[in-house]
C-alpha cells in the first residue's frame, strides 16, 4: 500500500484555476454539461474560495459518493502545467476546513505532558503526550482536527507529525530514563519500513534514547488486521522502543487481543477504574487482568484516576502503574512536583 499525503499538504489557492480529471468518459462529459463546458478536461476559472466552494458544492450535490471518488482535483494558476491532484471528496472536506488545513501545514500544535506514576514508589517514572493548540486563532479539539484529517486523506500526515512533535518536546524536558507514551494510528502505518522512517529519523535528530519511547495504539482506533499491527509492533521493538495497547478491557482491546500482541505495556480503561474500591464486579475484573497481564510479563498501567482509593486498590492487587487528574493534568512542562 501507498501513503496518501503522509508528507505535503497540496496547497488549495485562493483563486486561480479548478482542474478535475476521470477515467470515466461519460462522468467528464456530465461534469463539463453541469457547469456548460466542453473539452478533454475540466477546467473552470474562479475569483475566490467563495466561488470555489460553490463550484464543489454543485458536484457533491450533483454525483453520487461513487462517482465522485474517481475525480481527482487541483488548484491551478494560469503558468502551472500540472498540480498533485487528489480525489475529490477529499479536496472538498479540505476546502471546508482550511483552518485545520492551516494547522497542519504551519505545524501549529505542540505537546502536553501527563505523569505517569510508579503506583508503589509514588514517583513519576512516565508521561503520556498529548496534542494541544499553540495559537488561540487556530484552536483545535484534537479528536476533531484527527477525525478531519481520517476524512480528508490527511491521517497519515498528522499522525506522523503529531509523533514527530512529541519526540521533540520531550527532548526539551525529559531527561533519559523517563519513559514518554506516544499515541499513533495503526491505520496511518500502511507500510512500517516506510510510513515510521520519519519517526525513526526524528528519534536520531533530538538524541532520544529509543528505550525510553512507548508507542500506544489510541483508543479511537479498532484492531481490525491483527497481523498488520504485529509487524508494527516489531518495527518499533527492532528499533529498541517499546508498544502499548490502550482500553483493556472495552471494545476492541479484549484478553485475546493482549494474548495475541503481547505489548509491553497495556492500559485498563477508566470505566474498569473509576470507584473500584467499592465496585466487586470491577475488582474481580481488574485482578483477573492483573493475573494474565503478571503471568505475560505485561506491564500494567490504570487510567483515570481521580482518587487515592482508587490508586491504593489498584497497587494492592499488582497493577503497578498509574495516570489521572488525582496525579496532575496535562500540562506545557512536567511535573515533577504531584500530588501525594
Given at each position: 500500500m501507498l501513503c496518501n499525503n503522509c508528507g505535503f499538504i497540496p496547497k488549495v489557492l485562493p483563486n486561480g484555476i479548478f482542474e478535475i480529471t476521470t477515467p470515466s468518459p461519460i462522468l467528464l462529459e456530465s461534469l463539463n454539461a453541469l457547469f456548460n463546458l466542453s473539452g478533454e478536461s475540466f477546467l473552470i476559472p474562479y475569483d475566490n474560495l467563495t466561488d470555489l466552494t460553490d463550484i464543489c458544492s454543485r458536484i457533491d450535490d450533483h454525483f453520487s459518493s461513487n462517482a465522485s471518488k474517481t475525480f481527482s482535483c487541483a488548484t491551478l494558476t494560469l503558468r502551472d502545467d500540472k498540480k498533485p491532484a487528489i480525489a475529490f471528496p477529499h479536496f472538498y472536506v479540505r476546502l471546508q476546513n482550511l483552518n485545520y488545513i492551516t494547522i497542519m501545514q504551519e505545524g501549529l500544535f505542540t505537546a502536553h505532558m501527563q505523569p505517569i506514576l510508579s503506583l508503589e514508589r509514588n514517583e513519576t517514572v512516565a508521561y503520556?503526550?498529548?496534542?494541544?493548540?499553540?495559537?488561540?486563532?487556530?484552536?483545535?479539539?484534537?479528536?476533531?482536527?484527527?477525525?478531519?484529517?481520517?476524512n480528508s486523506g490527511l491521517q497519515s500526515f498528522l499522525d506522523s507529525a503529531a509523533r514527530t512533535k512529541a519526540i521533540e518536546i520531550s527532548s526539551k524536558f525529559l531527561p533519559n530514563g523517563i519513559k514518554r507514551f506516544i499515541n499513533f494510528l495503526p491505520s496511518s502505518i500502511y507500510d512500517p519500513a516506510h510510513c515510521l522512517k520519519t519517526t525513526f529519523r526524528a528519534v536520531e535528530d533530538y538524541n532520544v534514547n529509543p528505550g525510553d519511547l512507548v508507542f500506544e495504539v489510541v483508543e479511537t482506533e479498532q484492531i481490525q488486521r491483527i497481523d498488520h499491527l504485529k509487524k508494527i509492533f516489531t518495527s518499533y521493538k527492532q528499533e529498541g522502543m517499546k508498544v502499548a495497547l490502550d482500553d483493556l478491557g472495552t471494545g476492541y482491546a479484549t484478553k485475546e487481543i493482549l494474548l495475541a500482541l503481547k505489548p509491553d505495556y497495556a492500559k485498563i480503561d477508566r470505566q474498569f477504574i473509576d470507584q473500584c474500591y467499592r465496585d466487586r464486579s470491577k475488582q474481580d475484573a481488574l485482578r483477573e487482568i492483573a493475573k494474565l497481564a503478571n503471568e505475560e510479563g505485561i506491564q500494567l498501567l490504570a487510567e483515570g484516576i481521580e482518587r487515592k482509593e482508587e490508586a491504593d486498590f489498584c497497587n494492592d492487587i499488582g497493577i503497578s502503574l498509574?495516570?489521572?487528574?488525582?496525579?496532575?493534568?496535562?500540562?506545557?512542562?512536567?511535573?515533577?512536583?504531584?500530588h501525594t
Open positions: 503520556e503526550f498529548l496534542l494541544r493548540p499553540t495559537n488561540d486563532h487556530y484552536s483545535f479539539q484534537p479528536f476533531k482536527l484527527f477525525e478531519m484529517a481520517q498509574g495516570q489521572g487528574y488525582y496525579f496532575g493534568k496535562p500540562s506545557e512542562k512536567p511535573l515533577f512536583h504531584l
